[in-house]
């Protein structure tokens, strides 16, 4: 990603915030982190994020999901003796699927951005509105994509350790490379 896509992105993920209400002070918009996942597909399969805390017991982030963007299917494996990252997802503003382990939801809101199955195989449907919320257990395996209007999501979880991630897609680098 380059750093005028890089910019553009971050921008627009400002303009969502204002939409959901979320107020930011001037270093968390400086600092919002766009997440492209190495894949050169951010309409697509990207983030955009703000992280409020991150210590060793608990973090809280804003995500932010432009319309039908999704994260990439993922989990929180077990890390330095602890069990892995529980999260917590509430919906602020917009729509977001979410997409978890156990039976398939027939007749699902959304489509993976790649049909391919060994990138994206979980599709049992939780769809959350603003107020909703859903709280994942660690290692399980998720993704999620905005509806139409995009979506704002917060996060409360146990540490956040982003580099621990691992993606069903192999390819999916988790700590985003800028460009000149």
């Not at 400002?14 to 050169?40: H, M, P, Q, R, S």
């Amino acid at each position: 990603m380059t750093k005028q896509e890089h910019e553009k992105a971050r921008v627009r993920a400002l303009e969502y915030f204002e939409k959901a209400g979320i107020v930011l002070t001037e270093e968390e918009k400086d600092n919002v982190e766009v997440a492209d996942f190495g894949l050169d597909n951010l309409e697509n399969e990207g983030l955009e994020i703000v992280v409020y805390v991150n210590t060793d017991r608990c973090c809280a982030k804003e995500l932010v999901l432009f319309p039908f963007q999704s994260c990439p299917e993922h989990r929180h494996p077990p890390v330095a003796n602890t069990p892995g990252k529980e999260e917590t997802f509430r919906c602020r503003w917009g729509e977001v699927y979410l997409y978890v382990e156990g039976k398939e939801t027939k007749n699902r809101k959304c489509r993976p951005p790649k049909e391919d199955t060994s990138k994206y195989s979980v599709f049992h449907e939780v769809v959350l509105k603003p107020g909703m919320q859903y709280t994942l257990k660690p290692n399980i395996k998720h993704w999620f994509q905005a509806g139409g209007g995009g979506a704002v999501v917060s996060e409360f979880s146990t540490k956040s350790r982003d580099e621990a991630d691992i993606f069903t897609d192999k390819d999916i680098k988790r700590i985003p490379a800028i460009e000149d």
